[in-house]
């Protein structure tokens, strides 16, 4: 046979996880079915039966309130035993009293509960084996068949109880399986809801200004000499005539590039400013509040226990007879008999003492009176006790009459209790049921209302923020264009001033070589006219100014190519300063791309989570909607089949009763 958990699961198709919960449930059952069959069916008290061990001793035997069925004694004799009459505490002497009518003997003993309910049986207990006793009693400890051990879910019997009704105890678990599955079973959602992502903060800023590092070339200034000593008819002069003469190339407006033109994004020069960050995007705030989870109401209901039937005290009444219990003056028997024996005595001293036969014969005719007189007084107290008697008996049998009508009034007025404490807590039953699936409903359309509320704030703050991205995409496109433009205008003039200032220092530079030159031919032929008349002082000073005009224009020339190479490398270096600058700015631009789409992509997980997520709380509320109506429907049935169970075999009602 199957365990009783595998019944129960089977019953209500939940899996029983807390064993020991469901291991009380059953003992809960047993007591149950006990109780309410009792209540409506007592005549099969014995069904439920189970018999104390021998006791030796009273106060030994404790069965905290459990309904005795019988206390039997043994008579002095192993195994022959006697049944007890229940007795008050207040005779417990009394049955010890031989001269009492309540005396307990071991052919005829009684029992009593005292303290703590405990048996005590009269006689006394006692040990050696044939004073014992033991009692039968409705279990209230429930156990298996086969081992009988406490009663617990792996089991599959139950002891001392009717094997037709252990399924009523696989229902009853069941039952209040699905009731602590209803009643923790409060709508709780699994699903996570996402995390609002933490967008970067999307701005611009030049990680590196516009800086020419290179320093302007110093202006030259080239030496020339001019020899005037020949004139036209060719005199030979002085040397002295011979000067120097300066060429200064400095008045060549030198190219320098202009930073202060492309400064706009600091300073705000620009035709459109530059944003630092989006207008107005702020951090996505979900302002919806989520429905609060209703709490759901699980359904009770306690049958009708046995102290719902109650039984009517057994009570002689005043109709047909008395309502004292007969009892038989025995001290009229004793007066007879001692009026009997003092005539006895007398008649016994007139034979032993005075030896008068004829006072003796006369006193023991008075004796044969007496006792015939004792007789009568006898008779009359046996008839009085009779006839008191059967007025008390017919009084006993008036009251059992009484005792049998009432308690059947009462089976009935249990049965009729019971049926409308089933269909009272059918209807609370149904209240509750439908008190929870409006809760159910309420809260399915405030969570649909909540996921609307959600969606509409997110997509207002989608559209709002992609608006606002693309304004401020397009200032920043148009400023970074207006800069860029700037920039390329600021270099374009640069290469155009330093195409102009190469020219004119070219230009100076060749009319420097021309004049120094004319100057050398000039030198040449006063040093051929001093060389043709002779003169060597004045070949020789010429010889030396054409020494010296030689040294100073290979200093110009030095000085040229020095330059020339001073003014490449500035123009180069200008060209690579605006040309990485402009890489580092198109490095942060795309930096700021790069944020712009990192935070779409987050934005659309994050919608994609939402959705998810709200897909996920609709599933599981349907769920567990489903689910509490499906525990619901099959709490309801099976509790229907139990107490139908008990119903079936409640006393029918009499018609017209």
Not at 523 to 549: F, G, N, P, T, Y
């Amino acid at each position: 046979m199957a365990t009783f958990q595998a019944q129960v699961e089977s019953l209500t198709s939940l899996s029983a996880s807390d064993t020991d919960e469901l291991s009380q449930f059953l003992k809960d059952g047993v007591i149950d079915v006990t109780n309410r069959w009792l209540a409506i069916r007592p005549q099969d008290i014995e069904l439920f039966i189970r018999v104390s061990g021998e006791q030796t001793a009273n106060d030994s035997l404790a069965l905290n309130g459990v309904k005795i069925i019988n206390v039997v004694r043994e008579d002095g004799t192993n195994n022959q035993w006697r049944n007890c009459r229940k007795i008050s505490p207040a005779l417990q002497y009394d049955v010890t009293d031989v001269d009492s009518l309540n005396y307990a003997s071991k052919i005829n003993p009684a029992y009593t509960l005292l303290h703590n309910g405990k048996v005590n049986v009269f006689p006394s207990a006692a040990v050696g084996g044939a004073d014992s006793f033991k009692v039968y009693y409705v279990n209230n400890e429930p156990t298996d068949l086969t081992n009988n051990a406490a009663l617990i879910h792996s089991h599959s019997d139950v002891q001392y109880f009717p094997a037709d009704k252990v399924y009523l105890v696989s229902m009853y678990a069941g039952i209040k399986l699905l009731q602590a599955t209803m009643g923790s079973s409060v709508i709780s959602l699994t699903s996570v809801p996402p995390d609002v992502p933490t967008l970067s903060t999307v701005s611009f800023s030049e990680t590196n200004s516009l800086s020419i590092t290179t320093t302007t070339p110093t202006a030259i200034s080239l030496t020339t000499v001019d020899y005037t000593g020949l004139s036209s008819d060719e005199d030979t002069g002085s040397v002295d005539d011979v000067t120097p003469t300066t060429v200064d190339i400095s008045g060549a407006p030198e190219p320098a590039y202009n930073g202060n033109a492309v400064v706009g994004l600091a300073d705000g020069t620009l035709t459109v400013d530059m944003q630092d960050t989006p207008l107005s995007v702020t951090d996505l705030a979900i302002n919806a509040v989520p429905p609060d989870v209703p709490a759901l109401t699980s359904i009770s209901y306690s049958g009708p226990g046995a102290s719902d039937a109650s039984l009517t005290a057994v009570a002689a009444g005043g109709v047909l007879g008395s309502t004292t219990q007969p009892s038989y003056n025995d001290s009229v028997a004793s007066t007879a008999l001692a009026l009997v024996t003092d005539t006895i005595v007398q008649a016994n001293n007139f034979i032993d003492d005075n030896e008068d036969v004829e006072l003796a014969s006369a006193k023991l005719s008075e004796v044969q009176a007496k006792i015939n007189e004792a007789n009568l007084i006898i008779q009359n107290e046996l008839n009085e006790f009779n006839e008191e008697n059967i007025k008390y008996q017919a009084s006993v049998q008036e009251s059992m009459a009484e005792f049998q009508s009432q308690n059947q009034i009462n089976l009935q007025n249990a049965s009729n209790s019971n049926d409308r404490l089933l269909q009272n807590a059918a209807q609370d039953a149904k209240v509750i049921v439908d008190s929870n699936a409006q809760a159910i409903q309420k809260y399915q359309t405030e969570i649909a209302e909540y996921q609307a509320e959600v969606n509409t704030e997110v997509q207002e703050w989608q559209a709002n923020t992609t608006k606002d991205l693309q304004v401020w995409q397009q200032i920043n496109a148009m400023a970074l264009q207006e800069h860029s433009a700037r920039m390329q205008d600021a270099l374009n003039l640069f290469n155009e001033q330093n195409v102009e200032y190469q020219a004119e220092v070219q230009e100076k530079v060749q009319q420097a070589q021309i004049l120094n030159q004319e100057s050398i031919q000039n030198m040449q032929k006063a040093l051929q006219i001093a060389i043709r008349d002779a003169d060597k002082s004045q070949e020789h000073q010429v010889q030396e100014k054409i020494q010296d005009m030689q040294a100073i224009i290979a200093d110009n020339q030095r000085k040229i190519t020095q330059y020339q190479a001073e003014a490449q490398h500035y123009a180069t270096q200008v060209n690579e300063d605006v040309q990485a600058y402009t890489s580092q700015l198109q490095g942060d631009v795309q930096q700021m791309q790069a944020d712009l789409a990192a935070n779409q992509n987050l934005l659309a997980k994050y919608q994609a989570e939402i959705s998810e997520y709200q897909a996920e709380v609709a599933a599981e509320t349907q769920e567990q909607s489903v689910k509490m109506q499906q525990y619901q429907l099959l709490y309801t049935q099976l509790k229907a089949e139990y107490d139908q169970a008990f119903m079936i075999a409640a006393p029918q009602q009499q018609a017209g009763a």
